[in-house]
């Protein structure tokens, strides 16, 4: 079984601070994925990496930045909290060639 | 089906009964398609998949059928459990160029399942 492990289910963070999250597969998948999840906007993609130290934008990067310098591992950055980025945040990975992602746990982000 | 705004479609069923849970998508040229399903507090998980070469795929207790003439997908849950509860997304590949597995997903429906 494909196993997305997230570094916290939940997490209190204040305004400007500078939050790691981050997200480990351990199934060798070469795509993964951070998405943030609100109520009624559906999952929105932050960005995306298709390999190690490659990455790309996705429709709400404004704010994050990512890290990937080993396969396995994925981690989003807020560079500086906000109040607007308290949301949940998913993790999530695919195999090459495959449209299949799965999913971490979640991270329940609160920034006061 | 699709929601705009802040509001999900909700459907509320009698356990025992049978479930359908809809799905407009956008990209005509869309050849897979996927549902997931998010638990409280939980991440989504696959449920089931169908190509587009297909209409109907059976799992256990799901059913995905696939209408390509008007965009439309619908996910049948036979029997639904209160552990049906949940929310069931689509999702089909991003149409923007290489996709890297990307996906684009449906608002969710809320599936309740009263004892």
């Known amino acids: 079984d494909v196993k997305v492990t997230q570094s916290s289910r939940y997490l209190v963070k204040r305004t400007g601070e500078k939050v790691f999250l981050e997200c480990v597969q351990d199934?060798?998948?070469?795509?993964m994925f951070w998405y943030r999840q609100d109520p009624g906007l559906g999952l929105r993609l932050i960005y995306f990496s298709y390999d190690v130290k490659m990455k790309e934008k996705g429709d709400i990067p404004e704010g994050y930045s990512v890290s990937r310098e080993k396969k396995e591992r994925f981690s989003l950055i807020l560079e500086s909290a906000s109040t607007n980025q308290t949301s949940m945040y998913l993790c999530?990975?695919?195999?090459?060639?495959?449209?299949?992602?799965?999913f971490g746990p979640g991270t329940r982000l609160t920034v006061t | 089906g699709e929601s705009v705004g802040l509001h999900l479609p909700t459907l509320s069923v009698q356990e025992g009964d049978n479930s359908i849970i809809n799905c407009a998508y956008s990209n005509s040229a869309s050849d897979y398609f996927i549902w997931y399903k998010q638990e409280s507090g939980k991440g989504p998980q696959f449920i089931i998949d169908?190509?587009?070469?297909?209409d109907k795929r059976q799992g256990q207790r799901v059913t995905v059928l696939l209408n390509k003439t008007v965009k439309h997908l619908s996910l049948q849950i036979a029997a639904t459990q209160p552990g049906d509860s949940a929310v069931y997304f689509c999702?089909?590949?991003?149409?923007?160029?290489?996709?890297?597995?990307?996906?684009?997903f449906g608002q969710g429906t809320i599936l309740t399942v009263h004892p």
């Open positions: 999702a089909e590949p991003w149409a923007g160029g290489t996709s890297y597995g990307k996906l684009t």
């Open positions: 199934m060798d998948h070469e795509n």
């Open positions: 169908i190509r587009s070469n297909m």
């Open positions: 999530a990975t695919t195999r090459g060639g495959s449209y299949e992602q799965y």
